[in-house]
């Protein structure tokens, strides 16, 4: 039987839970079984995973537990309404009452189309995340923010429901394709570059071994990654301030997911090219040292990621998708920028002239211009 090696909390008063974080935890039924609320159980992932997983999860739950299966397409355009109302119908078909339990197996797209379902399925249900990716374990299964995408806008419709915890078994890292690997290392990078300089410069140091998969590398940047967006968390739970600083790239980025038509570009993606440009346009407004806006643009690159946004895609196409992001409050576009590498600061009063020379910078981003 499997030992956590690391556990994090996430302190929310009665909504607290943990994130244990190990390999060889999917061998353990104690955790899984401990955050159940009764006995019905209905397993989610997607067409890739679902063969591998759904044995592998049913064998940890109690012998008397019912237990239903919905498998989903795979990739970011399942995350729609479509999918979230074949799940509800699945639920209410198997009548799953409010005593069920769902498990979210896989990535992103799996857990916040999950979370989103128990949190409206007869007002709420419980659910369990088993985060399968390197960005799900560090990101998006941490938190609550659950949601499906809108044609116009990406997570435009959702709901915060907190899970009962998070199981992160390392083991799964060994075989994610390598382009999902650094997928999720750009919310690692993020972590770095918005909360805590000292982890961006360990990140620095110890890049070639996050990607060669080494086992305590990715164990301590999923540690460290996981600490700081509880920390985060459990001071603004619902986004009413510092929590907004978690979105750093993520404007731009949803902007390039959006305009790529949900499939293309990978969230991890489109977030560290859109790191690029906020580090780009913080320099700019004179908020931070170009030296460290080429830092951050040198380490999205070091971890093979883009550091330019999809090709043909201009400022017009940019700044038409981000008045529609869920950050804009009131007509005025909020941006997360960098005040200092390690801390983020959240703008609502950028010159739209220096936003669209960041749009219009290409490879030459982050160079000072002097």
């Not at 955790?31 to 995973?49: I, K, P, Y």
């Not at 509800?88 to 005593?99: F, M, P, Q, V, W």
């Not at 390598?178 to 000292?198: C, F, N, P, S, T």
Request: proline share 5%; glycine share 10%; charged share 20%.
């Amino acid at each position: 039987m499997s030992v956590p090696s690391r556990r994090v909390s996430v302190d929310l008063g009665a909504r607290s839970y943990e994130i244990a974080i190990g390999e060889g935890l999917l061998a353990d039924p104690t955790l899984l079984q401990s955050w159940l609320r009764g006995r019905e159980v209905c397993l989610v992932s997607n067409e890739t995973l679902a063969p591998q997983f759904f044995p592998r999860i049913e064998a940890l739950l109690p012998a008397d537990a019912r237990v239903t299966h919905f498998t989903m397409g795979d990739g970011e355009r399942f995350k729609s309404f479509e999918t979230l109302t074949a799940l509800l119908d699945t639920l209410l078909a198997e009548r799953h009452s409010r005593a069920t339990t769902l498990i979210a197996i896989g990535g992103g797209v799996v857990g916040d189309l999950t979370g989103f379902a128990a949190a409206i399925y007869q007002r709420g249900v419980a659910f369990i995340q088993v985060p399968t990716t390197l960005l799900a374990q560090v990101d998006s299964s941490i938190g609550g923010k659950t949601a499906v995408n809108h044609p116009r806008g990406k997570n435009m419709i959702g709901a915060f429901h907190q899970p009962e915890g998070v199981l992160i078994d390392t083991a799964c890292l060994k075989t994610l394709p390598e382009r999902e690997l650094q997928a999720g290392l750009a919310e690692v990078i993020k972590y770095g570059a918005m909360h805590d300089a000292d982890f961006f410069a360990w990140l620095e140091a110890h890049m070639s071994a996050l990607l060669a998969r080494d086992g305590d590398a990715l164990g301590e940047a999923i540690a460290r990654s996981c600490q700081a967006k509880a920390e985060v968390v459990a001071a603004d739970e619902r986004e009413g301030g510092a929590r907004a600083l978690l979105n750093l790239g993520h404007t731009f980025g949803h902007a390039m997911e959006t305009h790529t038509g949900y499939g293309p570009w990978l969230h991890g993606e489109a977030v560290g090219a859109g790191m690029v440009l906020a580090a780009d346009l913080s320099a700019r407004l004179g908020l931070l040292p170009w030296a460290d806006a080429a830092r951050i643009k040198a380490l999205v690159a070091a971890a093979g990621l883009p550091v330019l946004g999809p090709e043909g895609m201009g400022p017009e196409a940019y700044l038409e998708l981000m008045a529609l992001d869920k950050k804009v409050i009131d007509g005025r576009l909020r941006l997360v920028l960098l005040s200092a590498l390690g801390t983020g600061v959240v703008r609502d009063d950028v010159p739209l002239a220096a936003l669209r020379e960041t749009l219009e910078r290409g490879p030459t981003l982050c160079q000072s211009p002097s």
